[in-house]
Every structure is written in structure tokens, then in C-alpha cells.
């Protein structure tokens, strides 16, 4: 009888884990595609209207790598304000984007942060990615709940395939996954630092 319990105990325990995963990825979602939408009216068209003045930080990079040739990086760091009783309120990175290249090769990376700077969500498309001893396009998705894995979704296209096929889907990506996901989020903390340090430089905050 105990045993029988203990056995529905720990899988109420599970289904309830997995149910908060599931509202957290879905509410990630949300505010992914909210994120998005706000983006793509940043027209900038009238510089006297908030609702389309551009609020973001834009860095170009340029450089000429020996064995790959030039090399551009453009970032988008987007920010929204903190609620505070101030004039001028302090900021925190909402979302960053960034594309680079290597030679031919072209990289595409977005960052979606929580007010606190930690990274909820990562997107990245990686044109022949060495993975498994093989080489493929690779398309990854990770969700993050206060710095923890909570769910992925991995796609790769190898060479003459025109589609992407779901090579994964879950919280605990092969180790051979376990490299790119500390490298995006390494290049997560390098944007957060970037913007903190274009913030405190450009913006004079209310004391």
C-alpha cells in the first residue's frame, strides 16, 4: 500500500513538474511573439510618437579575419524601462539579436531576457555545424526557466536536403548539444554586459 503510494505520489510530482515546464515554455512564447510583433513596428518614421520611435541599441562590427575574410556583425539590443517613481527610469535588456558571418557562412542568434538579465529563451541558426561527427545546418531552440534547461527543440538539414527535420525535443539534449548551449549562452552574457556598459555610457539616468 505504502509502495502504491509512494508511486502515485511521485507521479502527481512529475505531471505537475512537466505541466509547469509546459505553462513556462507556453508563456515564453508569448512574450517571444509579443517581442517580435513590437519589434517590426519600430518604424521610426515619427520621431514624436513613442508607439514608433525606435527604442534600441545598434552595434556594427567590421573586420577582416585571416582565413575568412571580412567579417560583420550587427547587434540589436532592445530595452524596456523598469517601473520606477522616476523621470528617467533605469533600463534592462529585453531582447537581442544578432547576424554575422564567416566567409559564406551566415549566423543568426536571438536572446529573449527576463527584467532580472537572465536569458529565457535562445534561437540560433548555424550553417554547418560539426555535430556527431557529421556536418549540418542546424536550427536550435532552447527555453530556460531562472537559468535551468527546461525544454529544446534541435533541426538539422544536411547537405542537399531543402527541409529541416526534428532531430530533438525535450530538457536533456544529448552531449554532444551540451557544447552550443554553453557557447549561446556565453554570447547571452557578452550582449547583457554589452548593453550594460552602451546604457551607463549614453543614458543619464534620474538619481
Known sequence: ?????????????????????QNTVESIKTRYSSMKDYIAKMTGENQYDGATWPIYYHVE???YLPGTGGHKNDIYLYYD????????????L??????YNYAARAFYEEYLYDSDGKVAFIYASAPMTEIGGKTVDSEFRFYFSRGKLINSIIKERGEGQTDFKQVY?????????QEYISIYLNNAQKHLKL??????????YDE
Open 61 to 63: 562590427a567590421y573586420q
Open 81 to 92: 524601462e523598469r517601473e520606477e517613481d522616476k523621470i528617467y527610469c533605469s533600463h534592462y
Open 94 to 99: 529585453s531582447f537581442a539579436t544578432t547576424k
Open 1 to 21: 500500500m505504502k509502495t502504491r503510494l509512494f508511486i502515485m505520489l511521485l507521479w502527481c510530482s512529475m505531471c505537475i513538474q512537466s505541466a509547469t515546464a
Open 169 to 177: 525535443s525535450g530538457s536533456k539534449p544529448n552531449a554532444e548539444y
Open 195 to 204: 548593453f550594460d556598459d552602451i546604457d551607463r555610457a549614453t543614458y543619464e
